[in-house]
């Protein structure tokens, strides 16, 4: 495999380039998880980023790197809901025309999202590789730029702009915790820790049940796995067999990928709205649930972790938080 990379030059070209699009979010320091971990951790809250998620970067730099022919055509989009939606949002501020495909499985809300944003939207069969499908004959037909939800170096440079902002905030950050699905985020992250100061370590987590980029790290070599349902729905779809560039970034920069439970992802949500006031999906929580599993010998002092979206379905939120949120169940 061609071992693609991208620097650190690109991803501060992507900061200048994405500057008037993109929001600076929020670092705060957790108290509730020092308590825990008797750690100092500052959690990054993509959730309250534009359009809700962190994907407004690496679709904002993709989108304003296109060529005028590009443009014209139009962008296409496969996704299961946080890239297609930041397309959407991107590709309206621009006017360029948005076309987004989507297996049946995406739940309706994250659908009305983006048709909101003015994207076509199209659904069709129960995987992300069956949506591809579609995508790949459009993108044909219509000459309309497919956008990658991970694996583009445009996109992986807009993910990698919170390395810089998190480095800025905290030169002293040791450990990084960020949610890994087709690993752009974490890629463009590492690559600027681990550039800065290698010893910084970059710890990945995905949703026990349907890990693709855990497998494909243990097999050496991208590989498929069965698609379940998650409460970590935006941690679905595997890497593509034909990665080219977030699997060989994570295998190089990424220290570990650990897993967790359906189960802790819940705690994760509620601990974040208990301790914190913040409604963060099940993709963003993993990395609360991480910590909270108290690894201890695993992590450092200083530790940043990606609260990485806030687009849930607010009735699943009332439930989960109907669960727990009792005076004995306190986390
Ligand atoms: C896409 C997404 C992730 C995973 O990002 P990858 O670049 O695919 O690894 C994590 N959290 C949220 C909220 C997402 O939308």
Known sequence: MKLSDISLKEIFQAKKRIKAMVRPTP?????ALYDVLGKK???????LQETGSFKLRGAANALLSLSDKQRDKGVLAFSTGNHGRAVAWVARQLGIRCVICLSKRVPAYRVAAMEKFGAQ????GDSQDDAYEVALKLEKDEELTMISPFDDPFVIAGQGTIGLEIIHHMPDIDTLVV????GGLAAGIAKVMKT???SIKVIGVSMECAPAMYHSIKAGKPVEIEEKDSLADALLGGIGLDNQYSYPMVE?????????????TEQG???AWQHHGIMIEGAAAVTLSWLLK??????????????????????????????????????
């Open 27 to 31: 670092m705060i320091p957790s108290q």
């Open 41 to 47: 951790v500052i959690l990054k809250l993509e959730n």
């Open 121 to 124: 939207v199209i659904q069709k």
């Open 179 to 182: 949610p890994v699905s087709g």
């Open 196 to 198: 800065i100061d290698p």
């Open 252 to 264: 190089q920069y990424v220290d570990t990928i650990e897993l967790v439970s359906e189960k802790e």
């Open 269 to 271: 949500i509620v601990f």
């Open 294 to 331: 108290k690894k201890l010998t695993m992590m450092g002092n200083h530790i940043a972790g990606i609260l990485s979206g806030g687009n849930m379905d607010t009735t699943l939120f009332y439930n989960i938080l109907s669960k727990y949120v009792r005076p004995e169940k306190r986390l």
